[in-house]
């Protein structure tokens, strides 16, 4: 049995599973890489695998009928991929794609549909979970609205550094404006506009992150709100400045 899927559970909500409930998982597991832009799930398509990352971030998007995108969700090491199929849709209006590169624990659909229906802690866990995205969710429906693009790439920065455990990671300007919503100008004034500042340094599709107590002071409060209530719910997700 790989030692990389017992020892050490590096995704957090497989870490806070009791052991028994792990173990009956251990066999259906399997360790994945995920390259940039693989696709995990399409809009009105079944979802067949669910994917608890490790170092890979994943975005959840919506796409209109101009092609145009905005990202409603990101996955990490904090939660799963498949939301849909333990709450009884199995399809979602939503696509699913590998925006950072990393690996990933696969398994069946249908293995966690039964162990969920099971009850007990693993489906206790995956409902707090889903509590805490939708705090993402909403709160961020509300941050695009009523922050400015500088506190919202701030904000965005921050949660991508945290569940990649690094300050230094790869995005170029045209994808954050994808997952933003907005134009790549505008996001190019946003992070010269901090790069000026020494908050970070953008160069050549990398982000490097040079003063972490500023950008969270630059960042709306909608960082902390959903900071907070993942910590509440599923445990404690420390941000960059606490490890």
Wanted: contains cysteine; aromatic residues 6%.
């Amino acid at each position: 049995m790989d030692e990389n899927i017992l020892n050490p559970r590096i995704n957090r909500l497989l870490a806070a599973l009791p052991t028994k409930d792990y173990e009956r998982l251990v066999p259906h597991l399997k360790l994945v890489s995920l390259p940039t832009r693989q696709v995990i799930y399409e809009a009105g398509e079944p979802i067949t695998h669910i994917y608890f990352p490790d170092k890979a971030v994943v975005s959840i998007v919506t796409t209109m009928e101009d092609g145009s995108t905005v990202e409603v969700g990101i996955v990490s090491n904090e939660g799963m991929v498949g939301i849909p199929v333990i709450l009884g849709g199995n399809t979602t209006t939503t696509k699913a794609f590998v925006q950072i590169a990393g690996t990933a624990m696969q398994i069946n659909a249908d293995i966690v549909r039964t162990e969920f229906n099971r009850g007990g802690a693993l489906q206790s866990l995956l409902l707090r979970y889903v509590q805490a995205v939708y705090t993402e969710v909403a709160q961020g429906c509300a941050c695009n609205r009523l922050h400015t693009l500088e506190e919202r790439l701030a904000r965005w920065l921050l949660t991508v550094s945290d569940r990649l455990q690094s300050e230094n990671f790869p995005l170029t300007q045209e994808f954050i404006a994808q997952m933003l919503g907005v134009r790549r100008s505008g996001v190019t004034v946003a992070a010269n506009t901090l790069s000026r500042a020494g908050i970070i340094n953008y160069k050549r599709g990398h982000i490097n992150i040079l003063n972490r107590d500023t950008l969270e002071a630059t960042s709306c409060e909608c960082y902390q709100v959903i900071q907070n209530e993942f910590a509440r719910l599923v445990g404690n997700l420390p941000s960059r400045s606490q490890r």
